[in-house]
């Protein structure tokens, strides 16, 4: 049996909520939305400190570490800046961790709302729930961009100041950044240094060979039963200025400290891998509702597959190779950078010209796949937003 | 996609409903298991109307429907007039809910938590954040991690929370839970306060004798079917009517009454004979048992009209008391 109340008189109405200003049914999310957002991740006081400790804390012990060592035993121990170090903390450090992290976060912003019961009280405000997952990109990348700059900084300041000041080329101690005019000039100087170890590939066609052949053979010793006479001096000079200049391409590719342009792209790729990161995690945390879960594939997806994906040459599973998001990410390396996981630098992977140990794939077809990540895993994680029951 | 604003769908609210909140035909079902089973529900303006049933009854699922947090299989629904979910965003505008257990980030303080819910309302919420934490008397504690706080001060800052957007109707599921003597007392003054102020005020609650004390309606679900609904005034007075009656022989009184046609139950105990008779039974059959007992030779020393209470109405009327039986 339904018995219908009996109404009174009707109650008073209230001043009505909303406004003009409140577009609470609009997907866009407010800055209040985004400010708060960055308010309950920054506050996660146990993740920001595993953050900052990755992404600079690591970085920053490996200098400190290097700097003391250098400055307590200079002629052991190098010192702690210059290229070389550089090439490997991009790459070897900040490239994974970077990713790792902002993944970590990610999955936390797709998936805190939910395990802490936040959802639910969200959902009840009316506001859209697609415009309350699209607030956290923009909070979310507010933090990690900048956690993933003070790293990189950090890693150049120390990379250019801390600098070696003189070159080691092919064993030899080179002043850097010369000419090529320069370089022959020193090697006139150095002969027997130049002669004997920069090295040189004699063919039948290369310029002088027999000479060069000759003096190198009468200065750093030839094959058993050769005869050995002493060159003039003159000779030997101009053999050790040719071979300088023969060897200058390679030692141009010998820098102090990365330069600038080196840097600006090292460190938009870095951001850009780190953005990556956050926003698979964030779809994937948001799709899954667990953090932990999340995490522990995103580690699987950087660590493991990426690697094996990104050089072995499987016939038929090439095209899903293709689409793994480091293995486009590989490919995106700045030239001047050792590709992710080994296999030397240089960009444009396994094209002509590019990398031989990565899978073939153009810059078009990378940039593609790295378009389509964002894209697909913020839809998913948008729809299971839409369609979870709170 | 859309951008509307509320602004923008303010006009298509039809008419002024009488009803705070209106279901016809809501069925909701879990696999095999049909939580809400065609649900007629009619919540009237400006009252405190209390919503009962025994545990898996449907009433937080009925409730998780009506916000939205989860979608029904069938029927239709508003909520202050509004088509629910067609203008969900307009409705939910002018509704505050606590559903279940209040949950908020635990490393946030209750302040900052609130901060979050008002920035995804309208503007001026922002500015209801301290007068909503003072009125529920946990503005002193607003600033301490909400991970600190006791289930009671949760369930103060749920219904912070649910004041952030100045509703006209506040759903709240079960909100004396975790809240001591007092706390219940204040939390009870709020509702009226808040019913007083020409709020609806929608309670889910087990505590029969608070909703009793706390609304003027109720309505009773059980397997997923509102099988009573209406003012609890009226609602008792179709109770059955009980009857104590103090006398000299309560078992000769009982042979007495056995032997007409009142067909009353009849139960003799220590206070005397416990009469229960059908609802709507005329008054005059209460002299007429007077009259029998008198002219019977037993002394009646006291006949006293038993008030049925919302618990015993409550059990007679949903499974649980068929079950015990």
């Not at chain 1, 990348?141 to 080329?169: M, S």
């Not at chain 1, 920069?198 to 058993?224: A, E, H, K, Q």
């Not at chain 2, 809400?36 to 919503?51: D, I, K, S, T």
């Amino acid at each position: 049996m339904t018995t219908v109340i009996d109404v009174d008189a009707p109650v008073p109405a209230l001043a009505p909520a909303g406004g003009p200003a409140d577009h609470r049914g609009s997907w866009i999310p407010n800055g209040g939305m985004i400010a708060t957002r960055i308010l309950e991740l920054r506050k996660r006081r146990g993740l920001m400190i595993a953050l900052a400790l990755v992404t600079i804390g690591i970085p920053t012990v490996f200098m400190v570490i290097r700097l003391l060592m250098h400055a307590f035993a200079p002629k052991t121990y190098g010192p702690a800046g210059g290229y070389d170090i550089y090439t490997n903390l991009v790459s070897g450090v900040l490239y994974v961790f970077g990713f790792i992290v902002a993944a970590t976060l990610g999955a936390t912003a797709g998936s805190s709302d939910l395990t802490d019961g936040m959802f639910r009280h969200l959902v009840v405000t009316g506001r859209s729930r697609l415009a309350l997952y699209l607030a956290r990109i923009p909070a979310g990348l507010a933090i990690i961009v900048p956690l993933v700059a003070a790293g990189f900084t950090l890693v150049c300041i120390v990379c250019v100041f801390a600098a070696p000041t003189r070159l080691e080329f092919n064993g030899v101690t080179v002043p850097a950044n010369l000419s090529r005019p320069g370089l022959e000039t020193w090697a006139a100087g150095h002969p027997n240094e130049v002669i004997c170890q920069f090295g040189v590939r004699i063919t039948p066609s290369t310029p002088d060979g027999s000479t060069i052949g000759n003096v190198t053979n009468s200065l750093c010793g030839g094959p058993p039963g050769a005869p050995v006479t002493q060159p003039p001096q003159a000779q030997i000079t101009e053999v050790a200025r040719l071979i300088a200049g023969m060897n200058y391409s390679d030692y141009s590719r010998h820098f102090l400290y990365p330069s600038n342009s080196l840097m600006i792209k090292s460190g938009l790729w870095l951001e850009l891998e780190a953005a990556i990161g956050f926003i698979v995690g964030l779809g994937l945390g948001s799709l899954i509702g667990q953090r932990t879960v999340t995490v522990v594939l995103m580690i699987v997806l950087e660590i493991i597959l990426t690697p094996i994906f990104s050089r072995a040459h499987i016939p038929h599973l090439l095209n899903l190779q293709r689409g793994v998001v480091g293995v486009a990410m590989a490919h995106l390396t700045p030239g001047g950078l050792p590709v992710i996981g080994g296999g030397g630098g240089g960009p444009g992977g396994g094209g002509p010209g590019g990398n031989p140990a990565l899978i073939p794939e153009t810059i078009t077809v990378s940039v593609c796949v790295i378009v389509a990540w964002l894209v697909v895993w913020s839809a998913l994680g948008a729809w299971r937003m839409v369609t979870r029951d709170a | 996609m859309s951008t509307a604003t509320l602004a923008d769908v303010s006009d298509k609210r039809p008419t002024q409903s009488e009803w705070a909140v209106e279901t016809h035909g809501l069925t909701k079902r879990f696999g095999e298991n049909v939580a809400l089973n065609g649900v007629e529900l009619l919540v009237p303006r400006g009252c405190a109307f209390g919503y009962l049933g025994p545990n898996g009854a449907g009433k937080t699922t009925l409730i998780r429907v009506l916000l939205g947090l989860t979608h029904a299989d069938a029927g239709s629904m508003s909520l202050l007039g509004y088509d629910v979910p067609r203008h969900r965003a307009a409705a939910l505008a002018r509704v505050g809910a606590i559903v279940d257990e209040p949950r908020f980030h635990g490393h946030l303080t209750g302040r900052q938590n609130l901060q979050i819910l008002a920035a995804a309302r309208e503007p001026a919420a922002r500015d209801r954040i301290v007068p909503a934490l003072e009125r529920v008397g946990i503005l002193h504690r607003a600033d301490d991690r909400v991970s600190k706080y006791s289930m009671g001060m949760r369930q103060r800052l749920g219904v912070a929370a649910c004041l952030l957007g100045d509703p006209e109707l506040l759903i709240l599921d079960e909100p004396m839970n975790g809240l001591d003597p007092a706390g219940m007392h204040e939390m009870r003054d709020m509702i009226l306060s808040l019913v007083a102020e020409g709020r609806t005020v929608v309670l889910s609650s087990h505590l029969l004798d608070e909703v009793e004390r706390t609304c003027d309606a109720v309505a009773i679900v059980d397997r997923g079917n509102i099988i009573r609904q209406g003012p609890i005034s009226e609602l008792l007075a179709g109770a059955s009517l009980q009857l104590q009656v103090e006398c000299s022989d309560p078992d000769r009184a009982r042979g007495l009454l056995d032997a007409t046609t009142i067909g009353a139950g009849i139960q003799v105990g220590p206070g005397g004979l416990g009469i229960g008779l059908p609802a709507g039974t005329p008054r005059d059959v209460i002299a007429e048992i007077n009259r029998v007992l008198v002219e019977g030779g037993i002394s009646v020393y006291r006949l006293q009209e038993i008030q049925a209470s919302l618990e015993a109405w409550f059990l007679s009327v949903t499974s649980r008391l068929g079950a015990s039986e």
